[in-house]
């Protein structure tokens, strides 16, 4: 399955601004931006200026094999202070073989950013920040019925973590009772008898639920 991209180009660069960014704590972005000309770094770039902490989904192992250039040059400025990735991602990454270690694709993006996370599906995730590694396991949701939006609302739920300042196990545990909530029926939004589900698996771990009345992707 591949993404429709037109929304990923439609947006220019030049019709961003500094007012855009005004107010807000955090800048989520993905790698599909990429292919818009300079959208991407500018939003970095406008985001800094304000202060805030920019977020990053890496999106596909293609996004990494086609912007890798532009990708490393970004990383490296150390102006992305969160990473999410999947395992192909990692992979990808890291140029790794169908043996690696997802480890070693947290320890890369460590490298550069304060927070990574790499998400392994039905096996949970890992997640660093600073010198704290966590691994999280996946919540059991019976058969997944659909995984679109898996990874997004992942991430959905990691930055619910950080902005209610949870630690960074807690972060990934509604990461992933988020992610575990959207596969449990078709479509890339979590249906509202999926929501009361996500409900009562955060209320069993002691999270907190409050403001989540409806969450599609990122």
Known sequence: MRPCLSDAVRLQASEL?????HGAKWVVLNGYGFYGE??????????????????MDLS???????????????????????????E?????????????????????LAKYCSWA???LGSKGCIASHKDEIVRVSAIEVGEAVDTTGAGDLFASGFLYGMLNQLS???????????????VRALGGEITK??????????????????????????
């Open 168 to 182: 960074l196990e807690d972060c990934c545990k509604v990461g992933c009772c988020a992610g575990a909530a959207v």
């Open 88 to 108: 192909d991602e990692a992979r990808e990454l890291i140029c790794g073989s169908a043996d690696f270690n997802p480890q070693d694709g947290l320890a890369f």
């Open 60 to 86: 596909s192992f293609e996004v990494i094999r086609n912007f890798r250039p532009q990708l490393m040059k970004l990383l490296a400025s150390k102006q992305i202070d969160l990473c999410f990735a999947n």
């Open 38 to 55: 300079d959208l991407v770094e500018t939003a970095v770039g406008l985001a800094k200026k304000e202060g805030l902490q920019v977020a």
């Open 193 to 218: 008898e999926n929501i009361r589900w996500m409900h009562k698996r955060l209320e069993l771990q002691n999270l907190p639920s409050k403001g989540i009345h409806n969450v599609s992707p990122i």
């Open 117 to 119: 996370v790499v998400m």
């Open 17 to 21: 601004n500094q007012d855009d960014f």
